[in-house]
């Protein structure tokens, strides 16, 4: 009777041992599941200031940077949610609302040099997807998605054309025919596709044939 006692209470204490050891592996689970849930939330709102690092002297919509900053603020929401007493967090939470309400509009100059051009191509690229893949928890309709979507790339067209027109001129200037004519036809393939949805392109298409005839002119008169 002993013996069976025995058996039974080393039994119950085995059975209770792989109870609590279940139990506290599930738990150890959850805690690394959710540890790996915060990083990958940290780890996105360290990459989205660092876009927004990035636009200061940028001709960027003001609109971009509210929404990047919106966007930071719905993620830290979204890991207090998951994680309510994480270090840090309230205060995260509380200079994100702060900061939404320091955004200023940046110069809105479109003629950049080529160093400035390709660090607002890249930018306008990198913003472009985030948008197209709708990978912003900022809430947005679909309709502003899409404006501010066309106006990026207006905006950058802009750019390009300023850039462009600068370089033939300076070129014909110089007497480098073939390299100038090279930025004419990258002006064309940029402003074209634009002259019936946007005045301004149609404006410009009137200085690029100027340009472009007065290059080729030359460049026959080389030949």
């Known amino acids: 009777m002993e013996q069976t006692t025995l058996f039974i209470v080393v039994g119950g204490l085995l059975v209770l041992t792989l109870v609590l050891a279940s139990i506290i592996q599930r738990y150890n689970d959850f805690v690394e599941e959710r540890n790996q849930k915060v990083q990958r939330i940290l780890n996105r709102v360290t990459e989205i200031e660092a876009l927004i690092q990035r636009i200061p002297g940028l001709p960027v919509p003001v609109e971009v940077e509210t929404l990047l900053r919106q966007d930071i603020l719905a993620r830290l929401q979204a890991l207090k949610q998951i994680h309510p007493k994480y270090d840090g967090l309230n205060q995260m939470i509380q200079e994100a609302e702060q900061t939404m309400g320091q955004v200023k509009a940046q110069p809105q100059d479109t003629h950049l040099d080529a160093l400035r051009l390709e660090q607002f191509s890249r930018l ?3 913003v472009n997807w985030l948008l197209k893949e709708r990978r912003l928890l900022a809430p947005m309709t679909d309709e502003f998605r899409d404006r501010l979507i066309a106006a990026l790339d ?7 054309y300023h850039h462009h ?3 033939a001129e300076q070129l014909e200037k110089e007497q480098q025919l073939h390299q100038a004519h090279w930025h004419c036809s990258q002006l064309k393939t940029l402003v ?4 019936q949805t946007h ?4 404006e410009w298409h009137k200085e690029i044939r100027r340009v472009c005839e007065k290059i080729s002119n030359n460049l026959r008169g080389t030949a």
């Open 124 to 126: 306008l690229k990198e």
């Open 154 to 160: 207006f905006r950058h067209a802009e750019c390009l």
């Open 165 to 167: 027109i600068k370089k």
């Open 192 to 195: 074209e596709p634009l002259i």
């Open 199 to 202: 005045q301004q392109a149609a």
